[in-house]
C-alpha cells in the first residue's frame, strides 16, 4: 500500500504537538491524530495539559492567588481593598479564553509548519499501519515510515468513589465549578489535589484532603515537605494523613465519604468531592492485540532509552513511558525522537534533571536526588540550605518561609540535587536543572553571580552553604 505519510503521531498532547511540529520541520511529511473535543464538542489541540490540565489550572491558580492576597496581605502594603468580592463566571471565562487562545496556537503552528491535523481515533494496526477514523466519515489506513505514540494519560477512577459528574468529580470536573463550594472534599493529597484545594480554598471552599499515605508528598525532599504541610495547613487546607477511603454516597445533595485514619472509622460530609489519586496511560484501543505491543505492569508501553517499542520505527513518548508524568518531559521526548527519526542516530534524555513543580503558594520545585533517597543508597553527600526569610527580595515582597536547598557529592561535588520552596520556584528551578546538565558542581553555582536583590540569590548562598561560607546566615558546619 503506498505510504501516506513518513511520520504519524497518535496524539495531540504536550507530546504529540511538539514531536508533529518537529518532523515537519526537519522535512518529514507528518500527520497526527487526535480525538479531543473541547467543552464546545470542537476538535482541539493540546490534549489534556492545554485543555483541562496544566494551562487551566495555572490560570485559576493565578486569579485565585490574586483574590487570597488582596484579601490578606494588601493591607500590610498600604493598599485598601474595600467592596472585595469574586465573579467567578468571569474567572472561569478568562481561564477558557487562554486556552483557547494557546489551543489555537497549535493549529496555526500546524499549518504554517505543513503538519496534517487529522481529527479523530488513531490506533495502531501492526508494523507501522494505523488506523485512522475520523470523528465523521469512515477508517482508513495509514502507511508511514514511522509511527510515534503520545496520547497521554487519564485520570484513575475508584469504585469507592464513583464519578457522577456532579456531586463526584475528577480534576476535568473540579476545574469547571460554576459555584464556589462551601464544602469541599479531595481524595488525595498529592500535586494535582493540592493544587485543585488551594484554588477553592482561597476562593473561600473549607477544603479537606484525604491521604492515604502517611507521608506527605513522599517524592518531595523530606525537609520541605514538612515546611510545606505546615504553611499549606496555616493558610487553611485540612490535610488529613493516613486516611484511608472506605465508601461513598450522595445523600440529598450531600456526599458523605467514610474512610479509616488510626485505626478508627470516621465519616465527612462535603458539598462536592474531587478524586484525584493519579492518572493511568491511555492505552486503551491504542493498539489492535496483532500490534503486538509490550506493556508494562501498569498498562504503559515498555520502551529504551531512546522511547523505542518492541516494535521497529514505533516509538512512544510522555505519560504513556516510563518516568514521571509531566508535560515538559513529554515534549522533550518528542522533540528527541523526531531528531532521532530524521538524522538516523537515536538520542534520548535524562530522566534524573527532568524538574517536577507543585504550583502551591509557595511553590515547590526540585530537580535531581532527595535528602532521603541520598541516605538509602548510601551515597555520601554534603547539604548547604538557605532561608528565604533571610534573603532581601522575598522580605520586600513580605515573604516569610521558603528553602533552597543543593545537595552535592562529598567527594566529587557534582550537584546531586536540588530543592526549592517558594515563590517563583518554578522558574528558579531551571538554573538547577542547566547545572546538572552541565554535571556542575555547588562550588561553580557559589561561584556564579546573582543579580542583587533577586530570591535567585537564595539559591546561591545554598551553594555557598554546602561549604560552610554562606554569607547572609550563620553556618552549621
Known amino acids: 500500500m503506498e505510504q501516506d505519510y513518513e511520520v504519524v503521531v497518535i496524539g495531540g498532547g504536550p507530546g504529540g504537538y511538539v514531536a508533529a511540529i518537529r518532523c515537519a520541520q526537519l522535512g518529514l511529511k507528518t ?4 480525538a479531543w473535543r473541547n467543552g464546545q464538542d470542537m476538535p482541539a489541540l493540546g490534549g489534556t495539559c492545554l485543555n483541562v490540565g496544566c494551562i487551566p489550572s495555572k490560570a485559576l491558580l493565578h486569579s485565585s492567588e490574586l483574590y487570597y492576597q488582596a484579601r490578606t496581605a494588601f493591607g500590610a502594603h498600604g493598599i485598601k481593598t474595600g467592596g472585595l468580592g469574586i465573579d467567578l463566571a468571569v474567572m472561569q471565562a478568562r481561564k477558557d479564553k487562554v486556552v483557547e487562545q494557546l489551543t489555537g496556537g497549535i493549529e496555526g503552528l ?3 509548519n505543513g503538519v496534517s491535523w487529522l481529527q479523530g481515533h488513531g490506533r495502531l494496526l501492526d508494523g507501522t499501519r494505523v488506523e ?11 502507511t508511514p515510515g514511522h509511527v510515534i505514540l503520545a496520547s497521554g494519560s487519564r485520570p484513575l477512577e475508584i469504585a469507592l468513589a464513583p464519578l457522577d459528574d456532579e456531586h463526584i468529580v475528577d480534576s476535568t470536573g473540579a476545574l469547571g465549578f460554576t459555584e464556589v463550594p462551601r464544602r469541599l472534599g479531595i481524595i488525595g493529597a498529592g500535586i494535582i489535589g493540592l493544587e485543585l484545594g488551594s484554588v477553592w480554598n482561597r476562593l473561600g471552599s473549607e477544603v479537606v484532603l484525604l491521604e492515604a499515605q502517611e507521608q506527605f508528598l513522599p517524592m518531595v525532599d523530606g525537609e520541605l515537605s514538612r515546611h510545606a504541610l505546615k504553611i499549606l495547613g496555616q493558610q487553611g487546607l485540612d490535610i488529613r494523613l493516613g486516611a484511608r477511603v472506605l465508601g461513598s454516597e450522595v445523600i440529598d445533595g450531600e456526599v458523605r465519604v467514610s474512610y479509616q485514619q488510626e485505626g478508627e472509622e470516621r465519616s465527612l460530609a462535603v458539598d462536592r468531592l474531587v478524586v484525584a489519586v493519579g492518572r493511568r496511560a491511555n492505552t486503551e484501543d491504542l493498539m489492535a492485540e ?6 508494562d505492569e501498569r498498562g504503559g508501553v515498555v520502551v529504551d532509552e531512546y522511547c523505542a517499542t518492541n516494535i521497529p520505527n514505533v516509538y512512544a513518548v510522555g505519560d504513556l513511558v516510563r518516568g514521571p508524568m509531566l508535560a515538559h518531559k513529554a515534549s522533550e521526548e518528542g522533540m528527541a525522537v523526531a531528531e532521532s527519526i530524521a538524522s538516523g542516530r537515536p538520542h534520548g534524555l535524562r530522566l534524573d534533571t527532568v524538574p517536577s513543580v507543585i504550583y502551591t503558594e509557595p511553590e515547590l520545585a526540585w530537580v535531581g536526588a532527595t535528602e532521603q533517597q541520598l541516605k538509602s543508597l548510601g551515597t555520601a553527600y554534603r547539604v548547604g540550605s538557605f ?9 520586600a515582597m513580605q515573604v516569610k518561609h521558603g528553602l533552597a536547598k543543593v545537595l552535592a557529592h562529598a567527594e566529587t561535588d557534582e550537584i546531586l540535587g536540588v530543592h526549592i520552596l517558594g515563590p517563583g520556584a518554578s522558574e528558579l528551578i531551571a538554573e538547577a536543572v542547566l547545572a546538572m546538565e552541565y554535571a556542575a558542581s555547588s562550588e561553580d553555582l557559589a561561584r556564579t553571580i546573582h543579580a542583587h536583590p533577586t530570591l535567585s540569590e537564595a539559591l546561591h548562598e545554598a551553594a555557598l552553604a554546602v561549604d560552610g561560607r554562606a554569607i547572609h546566615r550563620v553556618n552549621r558546619r
Open 132 to 142: 485512522f477514523t475520523p470523528h465523521e466519515g469512515e477508517a482508513r489506513t495509514l
Open 110 to 112: 500546524f499549518k504554517a
Open 387 to 395: 532561608p528565604l526569610a533571610a534573603n532581601g527580595r522575598a522580605l
Open 290 to 295: 496483532a500490534a503486538g505491543l509490550v506493556l
Open 31 to 34: 500527520a497526527c491524530i487526535d
